[in-house]
């Protein structure tokens, strides 16, 4: 079986921020054009459709590393920012998005809260499963010896190991 480990990411974001955009529960606030997401950042995000982006990431990570807190995403989301002639440091970003955005994709029942973090529902984990058994189709189509053997396929500096039935 197919599932999110077996494609690449940057390929299930973009499919899954598709299908993000088509939900009725998820709206971006009047502000979310203005605002930085953290500290670390110059200026405000220059895509448009970066909220859906941010969700269907959001969406992701919960599917590999849940739970998941806030303080976890605000890490992961984070950046380094020069402080005057002193090195680099970290710093999170906001929360309040992520926050909202997470908030939104539990009234879609696609996430849910538990005391340790938030993690999946049956249904966001359905999600991801159809939606990375749909663009496997599509690798398939281009390459098919990926159907066949355990196929490496190095994107970025990074590999991608596709293996029938193994999951």
């Given at each position: 079986m197919v599932n999110a480990y077996?494609?690449?990411?940057?390929?299930?974001?973009?499919?899954?921020?598709?299908?993000?955009?088509?939900?009725?529960?998820?709206?971006?606030?009047?502000w979310a054009h203005y605002v930085k997401t953290g500290s670390h950042a110059e200026r405000p995000p220059q895509q448009p459709d970066w909220w859906y982006v941010r969700a269907a990431s959001l969406l992701r990570k919960l599917y590999f590393r849940a739970p998941l807190g806030l303080t976890e995403f605000e890490?992961?989301?984070?950046?380094?920012?020069?402080?005057?002639?002193?090195?680099?440091?970290?710093?999170?970003?906001?929360s309040s998005a992520n926050r909202r955005i997470l908030k939104q994709l539990e009234v879609a029942a696609l996430v849910k809260k538990t005391p340790k973090g938030r993690?999946?529902?049956?249904?966001?984990?359905?999600l991801l499963d159809n939606l990375s058994k749909e663009i496997f189709k599509k690798l398939?189509?281009?390459?098919?010896a990926?159907?066949?053997y355990?196929?490496?396929?190095?994107?970025?500096?990074?590999d991608y190991r596709w293996r029938k039935g193994l999951r």
């Open positions: 077996d494609v690449p990411a940057s390929k299930l974001i973009v499919a899954l921020t598709e299908r993000v955009k088509k939900l009725p529960e998820l709206e971006v606030p009047e890490t992961a989301y984070g950046g380094s920012k020069a402080v005057a002639y002193n090195p680099k440091h970290q710093r999170d970003a906001g993690v999946l529902t049956p249904k966001g984990a359905a398939s189509a281009e390459n098919p990926i159907t066949r355990g196929l490496v396929i190095v994107v970025r500096g990074r």
